[in-house]
């Protein structure tokens, strides 16, 4: 159990690991709160770690796919793949809630690509330019 609890605490999960602690305090009595925090993360560990390795196949595979597709490594590829990745997990709820999973995930990848690109883009270190050596001056003759 306490190898889900470092997995639930861990720096992907560690939203849900905030969350379902904050909520199993509430729910304890005013001396276990602790226990219950605990109580709270340890139940819900499991299924949030299940959810997220589910979801990080599928956008794998779905990842793979688009880019041995499209022959290109951009980050298109992962905002497509966000979007079929979150439209096959919402499919169940119907198309209404397939489209908008879809998209939801989409623009999801969508920010943590453009973040990416930017940070990229702003600790990206110039290249070292070497002078160029100045012209020979022309050979005089006489």
Known sequence: M???IVFQLSPRNSGGG???GIKGARASPRGERLAGSLSAIKA????????????????????????????KEDPWNAIMSGFLTGGCLAARGGPK???GGAV???ILLGVFEGIGVLMGRMFAQPIPQLPLPEAAPPAVTA
Do not use: E
């Open 2 to 4: 306490t190898l889900m």
């Open 18 to 20: 905030v969350w379902h």
């Open 44 to 71: 819900r560990a499991p299924v949030l770690g299940g959810n997220f390795g589910i979801w990080g196949g599928m956008f794998s595979t779905f990842d793979c796919a688009v880019k041995g597709y499209r022959q």
């Open 97 to 99: 809630a397939a489209f």
């Open 104 to 106: 939801g995930c989409a």
